[in-house]
Nanobody, 118 residues
Framework: QVQLVESGGGLVQAGGSLRLSCAAS????????MGWYRQAPGNQRELVAA???????NYADSVKGRFTVSRDNSKNTVYLQMNGLKPEDTAVYYC????????????WGQGTQVTVHS
């Protein structure tokens, strides 16, 4: 009923930038928190950044000052601007959203690969 479609991943040199987008579609009544997680091989999935419907943000310490999360509520879309990328940022990035249809439920995107080479 709800799909989250991510785009914007790829291969970039250390110090470079990428912008990820994630658009939610379906019979959506409203969306509360939206966010980005990442998972590197052998590691657990971890929170990168999150943003509430009112615009409050939360970042992992490892990305503070380099990444910026934003959203366009009119488009049900969340963005992640990643600057100053480091090899340790290499991972599959997943977006998620707390969506209300008849009840509140968390949905996940399919993931997009970000690879940073030195």
């Amino acid at each position: 009923q709800v799909q989250l479609v991510e785009s914007g991943g790829g291969l970039v040199q250390a110090g470079g930038s990428l912008r990820l987008s994630c658009a939610a579609s379906g019979r959506i009544l409203s969306i509360h928190d939206m966010g980005w997680y990442r998972q590197a091989p052998g590691n657990q999935r971890e929170l990168v950044a999150a943003i509430s419907s009112g615009g409050s943000t939360n970042y992992a310490d490892s990305v503070k000052g380099r990444f910026t999360v934003s959203r366009d509520n009119s488009k049900n879309t969340v963005y992640l601007q990643m600057n100053g990328l480091k090899p340790e940022d290499t991972a599959v990035y997943y977006c998620n959203a707390d969506v209300v249809i008849f009840s509140r439920k968390t949905y996940w995107g399919q993931g997009t690969q970000v690879t940073v080479h030195s």
